[in-house]
């Protein structure tokens, strides 16, 4: 009976996403929805896959089922609108990702997300569901309407309401070892926020040219990538004087921390003006270091978490600075992140890539005295 189970199991992770379902090219959708489509293009939704992201591919490179030619394991949320999916995440099947395959570069599809109906919890990963009529569409509008195109479908699902649509994927990966190397608020809420609500905020601009809004749900998907400014209102960033030192406040007020993949290193950089003067004091470096036998390891080597200063979610860091202050004194902060982790650059071949190595700003303040 578990071992019945076991499969059944198997069986549902495999064929929820699998080849009975083809999904529109996006390149359809932009005669409508001509805003989304610019905005989705230039996500990494649009760029997941290994030849359009030049971090993943790196990764990728690494895994072993590249270096035996095998399958794309990474498939489920990198390509799930792959004509070939349920090859790529059943084990003893070649299926590797190709740049020719047009499937293959539509990444996360702007169809493979709006067919989402449900998602079912796993302890690995999640699954979604796809809805196995070609031209159903789940949306956030209030109301129904006619298209020529294909059918809406919005009062019976709440998943892209409340944002659980996203936690197919962006809830939690489990390897091997029992270890969850990249996991968010399962529970997907804060304070009445969620996914949607804060990474894709209302903007202005029409949903449809057939249907007219004044706005509509950004679909650039503002990240650690892209857009980051969009989520600056999630972190507040403040400052207490001492007689003989001063702290700086950083409040996390999201539902999960500051960054959730083990390659980003997020960095506090603190320096005083003085006059004509600036002194650059000590950098605080927040990471989440994953590894094996006390180091650094790969997501599916790694067992345990060597080391972990993140910034957890709904969490206020203090962090103390030695050094007097005097009147007229300008500190200036500045909070940001590298996608990769400096030190895991030339294991990866990265060093000379840009969106590897920029440190991307995410907020910056300056407390005057």
Known sequence: MIKLSVILLLTLSIFANDKVHKFAPSKECQ?????????FYSSMHANATPSKDAIHNAVWKKHPANRKNSRYQCGKCHTPAANNLDKMLKKGKKALPSSKNRTHQESISC????RIKSIQMHKH?????????????????????????????TSDNEHMENGNVCVGCH????NKNGLNVCSTNI?????GA????????????SVSALYETKTHSFHGFAGSHFHSDMLRQYVD?????????FIINIDNRSSHSLLLHPLRVAVLKISVKRGDKTKRLEKEVFVRVIGKDAKPAMPWIADTTIKDTMLKANEKRAIKREFKLLKGDRVDVVLGWFLVNPKALKKLGLQKNKSATKFHIFKKRSFTF
């Open 187 to 191: 529970n997907n809420e804060m304070g």
């Open 194 to 205: 969620n996914c949607v609500s804060c990474h894709m905020p209302k903007v202005n601009g």
């Open 171 to 174: 809830s939690h990966k489990m």
């Open 237 to 245: 960033i403040s400052i207490v004087r001492n007689i003989d030192n």
């Open 111 to 114: 169809a493979y997300c709006h």
């Open 31 to 39: 005669e409508c929805h001509s805003q989304i489509y610019d905005e």
């Open 125 to 153: 990963s999640n699954t979604n569901i796809i809805s196995k009529a070609p031209k159903s569409y789940y949306g956030t509008l209030k109301s129904t309407h006619k298209s020529p195109y294909h059918a809406i479908a």
